[in-house]
């Protein structure tokens, strides 16, 4: 059974950093493209950040909003895909998610739970002096 398992959010200053952890269970990240969505009560969902596996080249996409402050990579030994978020905002606050289907091997992945198969429980992010 498929399982992604989000960590790493937490409290941080304006300006810091932070890295989001999603380990994939029962889902080879080399064959499929993950996406990094983000929602703050209240708003739409909004996709972040997307890999695509291997024979894409491990290809990358940003919203406009983090290009160029985020990074998102993977390591296929762990099955991990990571995001690494720089310089960080206040209106960066949100609940992340990590999400992927096998049905999507390119970015970007829409950011509906009726469109993506699997979703992790999501790891909150805040931004705040």
């Known amino acids: 059974q498929v399982q992604l398992v989000e960590s790493g959010g937490g409290l941080v200053q304006p300006g810091g950093s932070l890295r989001l952890s999603c380990v994939a269970s029962?889902?080879?990240?080399?064959?499929?493209?993950i996406g990094w969505f983000r929602q703050v009560p209240g708003n739409e969902r909004e996709g972040v950040a997307c890999?695509?596996?291997?024979?894409?080249?491990?290809?990358?996409q940003y919203s406009d909003s983090v290009k160029g402050r985020f990074t998102i990579s993977t390591d296929s030994a762990k099955n991990t895909v990571y995001l690494q978020m720089n310089s960080l905002k206040p209106e960066d606050s949100a609940v992340y998610y990590c999400a992927a289907d096998k049905a999507w091997r390119h970015c970007p992945l829409p950011p509906y739970s009726y469109a993506i198969d699997h979703w992790g429980k999501g790891t909150q992010v805040t931004v705040s002096s």
């Open positions: 029962d889902f080879d990240l080399d064959f499929y493209a």
């Open positions: 890999i695509e596996g291997r024979d894409s080249g491990h290809s990358t």
